[in-house]
């Protein structure tokens, strides 16, 4: 068995302001290549171990490693650029800043990050003509493509935003409950686009939801326990 | 860096109206505080330069300072006038190289009128030491002639060979007319930046000529003395206002002094202009640095109504603060992201206050003129000016730390997930 691309282990954390959560994880591991499917209903620390892994919370015990780097040993500007060089992140709701074109929201990603803009461009094209392939292959019409952000609608600009955390071939995708807005029909061909991108990009996908419904396509299931703990929740 | 300035700038426009009303208000508390600068500089340089090469301005006992305003700036009216015997006496004087007696108190339209004598033309001088000069015509020569100071002919639009009359006290409305004895334009002096600009210039024998027939400020009732007959009376006046005089030698100056201030026929008053100039600075200081202090406190509330602004905005912007956070932005380059644009407002705000500043001085410069006798210049910054332009970017700078230690604590208080 190869090493895993996250391990997670003896992870304890609790906010300062809210002493009954505790987020408590005794082992997670994700392989590379994964797309792994984590459940947590809302109030299961879902939000908090994002923060963890993306490095802007340090846990109070425990080992967090991603990549072969030690997060809990780097320091804070270390951890930013190990999350802007190997992590993409997709949120529910208003992933994109307003007044920027849905090019330029692509590129944020480039911008923070020397090493995403290196891979963007490695095959020749100019970062802005790699948005456009990316767009494209998420089926975003080019008509849209220089359309004001604001004037998509929310389909269209979760797929801006895909576009955003795989853009440079990160890694690790985190995507957090990106589907929430979108109706049925809409959420699995999202789901399968997603999939099919991290798998062109070599990216491992790390989905949570509350809903289990979608976890149908992903390679295994984990669950966040209420209060704080994780558990296999057997693959699909 | 070059990317969040562009990113500062692109978001700062995005709210353009609300950023734009602050930029306004920055901009018009600095052109308030440079207006205030230049004004105070430019009075202060017109005072400077209404006299030149004159050693000595005597009058009657007052104070230095009130003395220097009515003989010199023709603001307010002397107190009391001096015997002609005493100023004679004072001419005689083995020091003194020329004496130009001063007789104000009529006026024309609200400009003043000064009764003097040849040698006005002769020895005055003003700004670098440079003599009056005639844009047309020559001194007066006859009785009832008049030269007029440039500003008089422009804004009443005199020529040479107009005839006008003069008003008894000084004023603009409601005073008695001296129209029995009209004077002849029969010179228009150049433009000298001076109170003389706005002067009337008249010969001490007319003065007396048209007071012949009056008493007390009005004319006798029952008594006409028609104008082809006031040659006939002695015209040799008896008081005058003020006089002016310049010394053979500079040295000579204190003692001349000391006389002049013990003169035994009646209480005299000498001044030395530049001494009597430094009193009235000390004097209206107080209110300059009070006006000075004023309107920084308007900078002030401009600056932190910009702060505010950009607080406010803040939250709506937790959001974008959040993204821009997990593309990889440290909490430090959030922080420059909103202290930019606080900077970038303020350094908009002052390069329009200038432009505004230029304009206003440019629009109103006249009207100054007019009105107050202060030549404006529309120049664009002076070095005192820059000093203050820079001591608001520096206000500025240090505002901008506000907003961006903001967003520094809130991108790490919310992490990923803003918490709203």
Known sequence: MPAALIRIENLRFRWADDADFCLDIPLLEVHAGERVFLHGPSGSGKSTLLGLLGGVLVPERGRLHLLGSELTQLRPAARDRFRADHVGFLFQLFNLIPYLSVVDNVLLSCRFSARRLARATAAG?????????????????????????????????????AARALIGQPEIVIADEPTSALDTERQVAFLELLRDECDRSGSTLLFVSHDRRLAAGFDRQLSLATGGGVSAGGSA | MRWLLILAARSAWNRRLTLGMTLV???????????????????????????????????????????????????????????????????????????????????????????????????????DGQPLSFAAGAPFSGLFETVLGAEVADRLGYRLGDRIVISHGMGDTGLAEHDDKPFTVVGILARTGTPVDRTLHVSLEAIEAIHLDWAGGAPLPGLSIPAEYVRKFDLQPKEITAALIGLKSRAAVFRLQRKINNHPGEPLLAVLPGVALDQLWQMVGFAERTLLAVSAMVVAVGLAGLVAVILASLGERRRELAILRSVGARPGEL????????????????????????????????????????????QWVTSDELQLLAAVVAAGLLASLVPGYSAYRLSLADGLTPRL
């Open chain 1, 125 to 161: 094209n100019s970062p802005a003509a790699e948005a456009h392939r990316l767009l494209t292959q998420l089926d975003l019409d080019a008509s849209l493509h220089g359309r004001q952000v604001t004037r998509l609608s929310v389909g269209q600009q979760q797929r801006v935003a």
């Open chain 2, 25 to 127: 208000a920055v901009a018009l508390s600095v052109t308030l505080l440079l207006g205030v600068e230049r004004v105070r500089h430019e009075a202060r340089n017109s005072f400077a330069l209404s006299v030149s090469g004159t050693d000595l301005v005597v009058g009657a006992r007052t104070s230095a300072v009130q003395l220097m305003l009515y003989a010199v700036f023709r603001l307010g009216e002397a107190s009391n006038n001096i015997r002609w015997q005493s100023y004679q006496a004072i001419a005689a004087d083995p020091a003194v190289a020329w004496a130009i007696p001063l007789s104000l108190g009529d006026s024309h339209h609200g400009l003043p009128v000064l009764g003097t004598t040849g040698a006005y033309f002769e020895h005055f001088r003003y700004g």
């Open chain 2, 335 to 378: 922080f420059f992201l909103l202290s930019a644009e606080a900077l970038f407002v303020t350094l908009l705000g002052a390069l329009l206050g200038v432009a505004l500043l230029a304009l206003l001085t440019t629009l109103l410069a006249p009207l100054v003129q007019a009105h107050f006798g202060l030549s404006l210049s529309a």
